[in-house]
T-cell receptor, first 109, second 117 residues
Framework: GQQVMQIPQYQHVQEGEDFTTYCNSS?????IQWYKQRPGGHPVFLIQ?????EVKKQKRLTFQFGEAKKNSSLHITATQTTDVGTYFC?????????FGTGTQLKVEL | DTEVTQTPKHLVMGMTNKKSLKCEQH?????MYWYKQKAKKPPELMFV???????INESVPSRFSPECPNSSLLNLHLHALQPEDSALYLC????????????????FGSGTRLTVV
């Protein structure tokens, strides 16, 4: 079945440092979605990527879809304490919906 | 209204109990989902309803029984659960089941935290 791995599993940063999480698949993806889940909360949709090589930005967040559509990344510039949470990628297609393993981000002052 | 409402927020039940989780959305979404999430793990898909019909059942044990009474409501009936079923149960909805068309992704409810004793 389709597996989507995320690295790293955990990341601790100092406030102001950058952060990147990577989502990797062994198969070509038709699309990828990114979600953020705060501690004790529920996943909140951030963005969808569908085109090869696509790059989208939301303020300090930059999302990329690989040229081969097998990987994606989420980069946060100058992290803030409000960025704390777990970031999941998610992909769907062929009636199969799969969340990545997630990257837990902690931001220290 | 851009919310998915889940009730109850917390539930403790015995292994012989029967209970139901409820989910409601008024965004006109045609697809609704049940996910199960264990601590520090990603959500796992359980069921998908599209246009009020069950589209996907991810080999979920029969002690979990979904129901979609209408396009706004989704229930999950629980019976004879095991302690390992304790988890956060998330309901979600989307405009349509076909993910490619979902530029707004899924909208998740805040979940029901279930403890089976």
């Amino acid at each position: 079945g389709q597996q989507v791995m995320q690295i790293p599993q955990y990341q601790h940063v100092q406030e102001g440092e950058d952060f990147t999480t990577y989502c990797n698949s062994s198969t070509t993806l038709s699309n990828i979605q990114w979600y953020k889940q705060r501690p004790g909360g529920h996943p909140v949709f951030l963005i969808q990527l569908v085109k090869s090589g696509e790059v989208k930005k939301q303020k300090r967040l930059t999302f990329q879809f690989g040229e081969a559509k097998k990987n994606s990344s989420l980069h946060i510039t100058a992290t803030q304490t409000t960025d704390v949470g777990t970031y999941f990628c998610e992909t769907g297609g062929g009636n199969k919906l799969t969340f990545g393993t997630g990257t837990q981000l902690k931001v220290e002052l | 209204d851009t919310e998915v409402t889940q009730t109850p927020k917390h539930l403790v039940m015995g292994m012989t109990n029967k209970k139901s989780l409820k989910c409601e959305q008024h965004m006109g979404h045609r697809a609704m989902y049940w996910y199960k999430q264990k601590a520090k793990k990603p959500p796992e898909l359980m069921f998908v309803y599209s246009y009020e019909k069950l589209s996907i059942n991810e080999s979920v044990p029969s002690r979990f029984s979904p129901e979609c009474p209408n396009s706004s409501l989704l229930n999950l009936h629980l019976h004879a659960l095991q302690p390992e079923d304790s988890a956060l149960y998330l309901c979600a909805s989307s405009q349509d089941f076909w993910v490619f068309q979902q530029s707004n992704g899924y909208t998740f409810g805040s979940g029901t935290r279930l403890t089976v004793v």
